[in-house]
């Protein structure tokens, strides 16, 4: 019997032991501490505490005005997404990775440029504002404002989940069912959809937990009117600038919890679908 | 028997499959009209007022502060993202430990959490009273309320671009490469030196890019450690935020384009970084 | 200064890959370790390079104590199935690798290495591809630089696993005339992993098949292929 030899990919026991620890460490300081402490500030003045600022009518219509928002842009958002995977996979035109870019261009632009913008073309010195004030419309610090900048900081979430995935599974199953006399909607629906619909699903929660959680974007468009245009996370600088340290974390812990229950059901799909996300996660 | 004369119609569109002007007619429409055009508001606004006023608005001391702050911040987040998103990724492909799934999933904790959560968590976090605040105050180091909390925050808010970009690349790379160094009596330094980094250093570079861009446009999670101290602590998105609300348009705009053409300036790197990587498969 | 083999054994979670393969085979000779996908072929050529460690058994060569040995240090010529050429780095680079790895008082000059590149690319059959990159070659093209990577640390052993799996019937054909001729000219021992009979009785000057992780039969193809010990041996053969 031979010596103990390690296997050459594998690494020695102290490095093993130094990287983990190293990130194990830095997850832990960086990442869950936060986390921690979210939830520990919450119920640090009772529990009573927390479920009173929970139901204050100003944190209520904090929620409900997020989960509008959200409601708007995530379909059209959705919509979107699922034309520009179809038009980019299954046909060849010119100019097609330019305008996956494009696509991709609001992820690169920080949030609260993504405000300016809006402001820029809807404000009172902007290209439409006059002319909207004129009709009595209101885009900047009302719920349309918010809308807009929701629906630009989760622009690709969807699309970019689709594309890949969908130019991976290529043209053949489509052409078949053409073949075979099937209309596009039709196509669509039957053979499309069922092969894209985890992938679907899970750029749609990607795409709801960012319009939920978005802050840039939205503080530049809001004018932060307590009770009419706060969403969630305004509402939590609003407390906490009001030293209202109790509030801001209680609302924040609900947050919280809502972006553990996106990872939980992002890490559900991707184990349990792993192979049909996997083109995705290529790219 | 002659097949000459038939003759089948050819369809009118060079496309087998319909919805191909629908889809791609919305498509460019939504993209237009939501993010293009807002975007050319923006990018014109200078040429309305003069260069020279641009000029003007971003040349003085506290708006100059800043971008340095949010650019050379972002940069040093990005390169230590780098180095231990690498080393997250590495665990994670390489190491087999119980709890590795849960620690998987928490890596893309700052995604999913609102960043004006993660702003209030860090400012408590890293105040002077804070859990690790009080344990850095008594060596005498400050990190809320100074630069270093836009350091932090940044790094926070980078960290999933980093891992995840490297990690796929390194799982599909697969250990071939280093089996081949090993039998060419490479030491195992060597091969990590020689052969992964190298084959790594596309994905590598593709996260910090990511990092760096997603870091220099943070707002919500920055705004609440950093003290907003000016041109001390006060980050470029901040500054605009607050030039809107004093109605200099101008200024905000001129602050606004510089950060817009260092996102094309990280969108053009990324795409080169993309065809390069692309050409050494 | 032979290679010995002595009952051999690994087990992969449950799995026993390898129950105890023996064989020996004199120095210089071509030897094929053939069967179906699963028989532990494999598993005892990684051995034999040290990138799997052996649970039990010995394997002495030129007097060595060869499992006591890191992969690092046997000097053996390892050509993958795969290719696993560096990719980013040139043909010239790749082949030198295992010489600019070496301590620097072992190290050949950079002029030495130029010339050593020039002469193993002349020797696989590929002139003047130095600058190329691994993925500008065809498939044949980059196993003839494996090759020639593998030989260039002048090897004690040359292992290949099932090096022409990936390529077409003609490639195949022709690399593996050269892989005989280049053994011939280098006189090392060679270990050649297939799952292809009419390969491993074309090349090679001693024959193992094996089955379920362990060796059926050993000997020259003749041997093997006019008497076989096992039916599962003449079965196999008979495919």
Known sequence: MSRRLANPTEDPLWLKLTLGIIAVGFIAIMLLLPLVLVFKEALASGVKTFFSAMVEPDTLAAVKLSLLAAAIAVPLNTVFGIAAAWSIAKFDFRGKTFLVTLIDLPFSVSPVVAGLVYVLVFGMQGWLGPTLAGYDIRILFSLPGIVLATIFVTFPFVARELIPLMVDQGRDEEEAAATLGASGFQTFLRVTLPNIKWGLLYGILLCNARALGEFGAVSVLSGHIRGQTNTMPLHVQLLYDNYDYAGAFAVAALLAMLALLTLALKSFLEWRYADELAASHRH | ?281 | ?239
Request: charged share 20%; glycine share 8%.
């Open chain 2, 1 to 281: 028997m002659s097949a000459i004369g038939l003759k089948i119609p050819l369809p009118k569109s060079r496309h087998v499959l319909p919805g191909f002007g629908l889809s791609l007619g919305f498509t460019i429409f939504y993209l237009t009209s939501l993010v293009l055009i807002p975007l050319l508001a923006l990018v014109l606004r200078p040429f309305e007022l003069g260069l020279d006023g641009m000029w003007n608005a971003i040349s003085t001391p506290r708006v100059m502060a800043s971008l340095r702050l949010s650019f050379g911040m972002a940069l040093a987040a990005a390169v230590i993202d780098s180095v231990f998103g690498f080393i997250i990724a590495w665990v994670l492909v390489r190491y087999r430990f119980p709890g590795k799934a849960l620690l998987d999933a928490v890596i893309d904790l700052p995604f999913a959490l609102p960043t004006a959560v993660a702003g209030i968590a860090l400012s408590t976090l890293y105040a002077p009273t804070g859990w690790i605040g009080s344990i850095l105050m008594e060596h005498g180091i400050k990190i809320a309320y100074t630069p270093w909390g836009v350091l932090v925050a940044m790094i926070f808010i980078s960290l999933p671009f980093t891992v995840r970009t490297v990690q796929p690349v390194l799982s599909e790379i697969g250990r071939d490469m280093e089996e081949a160094a090993a039998t060419l009596g490479a030491t195992r330094l060597q091969s990590i030196g020689r052969v992964v980094l190298p084959m790594m250093l596309p994905a590598i570079l593709t996260g910090a890019a990511m990092a760096f861009a997603r870091a220099a446009g943070e707002y919500g999670s920055i705004i609440f450690i950093a003290g907003n101290i000016p041109a001390v602590s006060e980050i470029a998105p901040l500054l605009i935020v607050i030039k809107l609300e004093q109605y200099d348009y101008a200024g905000a705009a001129a602050v606004g384009v510089v950060m817009l053409a260092a996102s094309f300036i990280m969108l053009l790197a990324l795409n080169g970084l993309q065809s390069w990587a692309a050409k050494r498969r």
């Open chain 3, 1 to 239: 200064m032979s290679l010995v083999v002595d009952s051999v054994t690994k087990k992969f979670a449950r799995f026993p890959a390898l129950k105890g393969a023996s064989f020996v085979a004199p120095q210089g000779a071509f030897v094929s370790l053939l069967g179906p996908s699963g028989s532990g072929k494999t598993t005892l050529l990684r051995i034999l390079g040290g990138l799997e460690v052996a649970d039990s058994g010995s394997v002495r060569f030129a007097d060595l104590n060869w499992l006591d040995m890191p992969a690092r240090t046997r000097n053996a010529g390892f050509v993958f199935q795969q290719y696993a050429l560096f990719k980013h780095m040139t043909v010239a680079d790749n082949i030198a690798f295992g010489l600019k790895v070496r301590p620097r008082d072992r190290r050949p000059s950079r002029a030495d290495i130029a010339k050593r590149v020039t002469e193993l690319l002349a020797l696989v059959q590929l002139p003047g591809l130095e600058a190329r990159y691994p993925s500008q070659l065809s498939g044949g093209q980059r196993q003839r630089v494996a090759l020639a990577r593998a030989l260039a640390i002048d090897p004690r052993m040359l292992l290949l696993d099932e090096p022409f799996g990936a390529l077409d019937a003609k490639v195949r054909k022709e690399l593996r005339a050269d892989l005989r001729r280049i053994h011939d000219h280098a006189g090392v021992t060679t270990v050649f992993v297939t799952h292809d009979q009419e390969e491993a009785f074309a090349v090679a000057d001693l024959v193992a098949v094996m089955k379920d992780g362990r060796i059926e039969q050993y000997g020259t193809p003749q041997d093997v292929r006019r008497d076989p010990k096992t039916a599962f041996v003449s079965e196999f053969l008979s495919v």
